[in-house]
């Protein structure tokens, strides 16, 4: 499904990615383990278009993305949700989520979305008329990744999705993201440790300055006594 | 830039220009030119300060200017105060306007700086031809036609010696230069790199960064004012024609040739841009046409101004220069 | 005296609705694109020239209808080139702000006197969209203030309904709220931004051809109603609509009874220091937020 060729990012002057290579195959729950400030964001920036500039090879569904505009790639069915969240503060829950669909892909099955999103954030709807700058961390949060949904993306790269939650919110995303695979979806996550979502992961990645250091199954990384240590924190 | 080339650059510059009149002494054309050219170097320099330094978008320097050159027309002709005294006092009373319009302004984000410098830019023209400027004897639409010559040591220097005049303007540029230059590479000028490389470091120092933009805002439009009055007894009169916006795009073409935040890149600029406006004057009307189609296509395809890179282009030469030498 | 302050009171009413919508448009494209137009007043000048031209020289079948109906594309594109081409280029640069500010002021020399030595320093006058008047009671409106005063009011609804109900028109606002955000979600930022700058062109175009047949297309005057529409945004606070609004009657006034009382020479003296009296108590603006 997502295929990564010896990507390389810069940000200016400094390199951040050196020679990624990795794939994620379809249907499968992807976890991106590594300390902070090492490019994992960067890397799932790098492949919705959100990074200036790349060099290397990213390939969806067998197409290049690698230096497409971010409309096109969205298009393709490859969302971004943002560890910041990045919502339209002064809109409403409901304005958030109708604009998660802007995306051409996105906007026949857009009642349809609608619908899943509420069955799976039922609080969310609630307070659909809430501003969203006035949410809790945790809540917009939720928006966040209800709005990712809405753009009706096959590959959902989801970044730090817990960073910074409370614990109660940590189980709750796990679930929803239980969920999000159900549907078929593929789902590429960049996190530090939740031990419920690394149950479910199909491969794991670890990132350690801006290259891959462990590459393997989920048993493989927990077998082995350092990664677990260090990474795993178990 | 490092402070040897910036010092080398400077003294160079006004070493060339002290020897000017042993050439054109006796062409008042040539000399006028080279007056100019010292008198904007530095309006010019103030700007890169405020802009490229501080990191204020003022657009209020031509504004300032004109205040320095009106107060001192005024302090001489309605008050009779000599024009010495008249030109420093001038230039206080820049000062203190430039403090005055940064009060309200300076905490502001940057357009609103450019907005509000600007209006006060566009307001100084009804403000000086109107009753109120009358009032305080502007002249009016006439302006003000007999400013009278600065006399020192019972010297007279004006229009009708360039030569003298020349040196004194020389002598006040350099003065003003290392002032600006201590500026720059002061603390201030450090701390200002860096706050405008960061606004939370900015938002950090709170208080100080306002009081320090306040006293380099002062601080420039002082000298600002101070050449303006400097002009206002070289040229012997003066009108809102000043203010019209061909002035200030012949400033604004001077710092995008040096460069923002290159200083001495300006000065250059100021060199090139004086000259260029000269070459310029007989197109009329079609002039200020051609400024403006300038400014565009120059802010368009120069990145740190045209002085910069040439700066870059040589001191590389050099270094290919020698291991040329070597090689041979 | 009643009447001559009813008077004054319609003249500014019908400058300030040419004003807001003007000023709406300037807000637009602040909001959105972080560009600040100094070239704003030109192109509302050339809305002015562009009346001219079809109405005078050219006597454009269809009057007023045919110039409003050309009007829309004509701007349009002006301002989507003008942004690909001036604008666009200078966002990768760190002091990109100061650029655009610097360029769209020598692009306003440029316009200005290139309207001068095209169409020559004299003022043009353009007629009338309608003759004719209204008396209610003693009061005597022209029939031209009251459709200027309608065209503007609408134009401004009609675009604030699309900005609120379009699909487009919500991805204008989001790029406003988070540029970050909108791309993420696949807006096509760079395309947004040039098409809010040509929509403010087509909103000052249109106070030009509106306004100028009241006061005149004058090459020079364009810094003037540049600074006018620049006071009213940063008034009603930079990137909101509903302030641009309300300032904009609130100059209008403020202009109309200024002139009418003190003499037109204290109109910018007096909208100065409107502006810095609001930006020292309330830096955002009267609606903007912080």
Known sequence: MLKINKLNTYYGESHILKDVSLSVGQGQVVIMLGPNGHGKSTLLKSICGLVEKIDGRILYDGQEIAGLPSEKIVNLGVTYIAENRELFPYMTVKENLKLGAYARSARASEKKNMAWVASLFPKLMQRHNQMASTMSGGEAKMLAIARGLMSDADLLCIDEPALGLQPSYRVEISKIIREISKQGKTVFIVEQNIPQLIEMADKIYIMEEGAISFEGKKEDALNNEQLREIFLGL | MSLKRMVVILVGFYCLMGVMPLFFGGTDYIMNILIMILIWAVVASCWDVIMGFAGIFSFGQVAFYVVGAYASAILSVSLHVPPVYAILLAAVITGLFGVLVGLPCLKLAGPYVALVTFAVHMTLVPFLRGPMGRAIGSGGAQGILTVPPVSLFGMTFSSEHLVPFFYLTLFLTIICTIILVLVIKSYWGTAFLALKDSENFAASLGISAFKYKLMVFGLTSFITGLFGALYAHYVGMLSTRMLSMDVFTILMIMIVIGGIGKYPGVVVGAVITVTLNQFLAPMGMYRPLIMGAIVVVLVLFLRDGLVNPIIRLISSRQKAGRTGEYLS | ?290
């Open chain 3, 1 to 290: 005296m009643f009447l001559e302050i009813v008077d004054v009171f319609i003249s500014g009413l019908i400058n300030g609705s040419v004003y807001a919508l003007m000023a709406v448009g300037l807000t637009l494209v602040y909001g959105v694109t972080k560009a600040f137009n100094f070239a704003y007043g030109s192109f509302y000048n050339l809305g002015g020239y562009f009346a001219w031209l079809l109405l005078i020289p050219l006597t454009v079948v269809g009057g007023y209808y045919s110039v409003f109906f050309l009007a829309v594309p004509f701007f349009f594109i002006v301002g989507y080139l003008l942004e690909k081409v001036l604008i666009a280029p200078l966002r990768k640069y760190d002091d990109w702000e100061m650029k655009v500010m610097m360029l769209t002021l020598g692009l306003s020399l440029f316009m200005d006197f290139g309207y001068q030595s095209v169409f020559g320093p004299r003022i043009k006058s353009l007629p009338s969209i309608i003759d004719g008047t209204v008396e209610i009671g003693k009061v005597v409106l022209f029939q031209q203030d009251i459709v200027i005063f309608i065209l503007s009011v609408s134009g401004m609804l009609c675009f604030g309904w699309v900005l609120n109900n379009t699909r487009t028109g919500m991805a204008v606002q989001a790029v406003a709220q988070n540029p970050a955000g909108a791309q993420i979600v696949g807006i096509p930022k760079d395309f947004i931004f040039a098409a809010t700058f040509a929509i403010s062109t087509i909103m000052v175009g249109f106070g030009g051809i509106l306004l100028c047949q009241k006061n005149f297309v004058d090459p020079m005057g364009s810094t003037d109603i540049m600074i006018k529409a620049w006071v009213i945004t940063a008034f009603g606070g930079m990137g909101s609509i509903r302030g641009s609004l309300y300032a904009a009657f609130i100059l209008g006034m403020l202009e109309a009874f200024v002139g009418w009382y003190f003499g037109m020479i204290h109109v910018q003296i007096a909208t100065l220091t409107l502006l810095l009296v609001t930006l020292a108590i309330r830096p955002q603006g009267l609606m903007g937020r912080e």
